[in-house]
């Protein structure tokens, strides 16, 4: 079964670049069958979607981040990863990386994140 | 654009738990529910609007209509006491809702 398992540095330094992989086992990103995706959840508090990848490389995003973020793609690692710029303290969250079987968006609603990996925790120093 | 829940819900086990979304013009967007247990990764519960993943247990349910969501949780149990976040897209952005903390009494 396809399970997501995201990996980068503990810790980032404020106003550096934030970056962090998700591995995806258990099925191929270049199958095509499923969408990407970057949440994140700042300590106590609500869910944010970042974007969204897809295999060939297209991408969506979060408006409110869009300018910071920058989400790839390696089909022959079958992994995808994230970058934020300068961070500050208000980007301190977990990160997920996760799965949907459809674009954001999607008009058959199928942009649901069905599969999650477990989430790292990423604390920003200033 | 936001989605409203309220932050709490308490339930007895057994009775049924109502969890509210609200947004402007949310029946018109297909709405999906995550529950969220505390050190755990959110677990989708309803998609597009009432569908139920594979291994979702029956007695959860979803609607959509007007403005406003609801996920339903009938014969509640004490496993189902979670956080509660909605999710729809609106104005280019997949949006998720304040979440809803369901306290099993």
């Known amino acids: 079964q396809l399970q997501l398992q995201e990996s980068g540095p503990g810790l980032v330094k404020a106003s550096e670049t934030l970056s962090l992989t998700c591995t995806v086992s258990g099925g191929s990103i270049s199958s095509g069958t499923y969408y990407w995706g970057w949440i994140r959840q700042p300590p106590g508090k609500g869910l944010e979607w970042i974007g969204t990848?897809?295999?060939?490389?297209?991408?969506y995003y979060n408006p409110s981040l869009k300018s910071r973020v920058t989400i790839s793609v390696d089909t022959s690692k079958n992994e995808f990863s994230l970058r934020l710029s300068s961070v500050t303290a208000a980007d301190t969250a977990l990160y997920y990386c996760a799965t949907s079987r459809g674009i954001p968006g999607s008009s058959l609603g199928e942009d649901a994140f069905h599969i999650w990996g477990q989430g790292t925790m990423v604390p920003v120093s200033s | 654009y936001g989605l409203t829940q309220p932050p709490s819900v308490s339930v007895s086990p057994g009775q049924t738990a109502s969890i509210l979304c609200s947004g402007d013009?949310?029946?018109?967007?297909?709405v999906c529910w995550y529950q969220q247990k505390p050190g755990q990764s959110p677990l989708l519960v309803i998609s597009q609007d009432t569908k139920r993943p594979s291994g979702i247990p029956e007695r959860f349910s979803g609607s959509n209509s007007g403005n406003t969501a609801t996920l339903s949780i009938s014969g509640t149990q004490a496993m189902d006491e979670a956080e509660y976040y909605c999710q729809a897209w609106d104005n280019s952005t997949i949006v998720f809702g304040t979440g809803t903390k369901v306290t099993v009494l």
């Open positions: 990848i897809y295999y060939s490389g297209t991408t």
């Open positions: 013009n949310l029946g018109d967007k297909y």
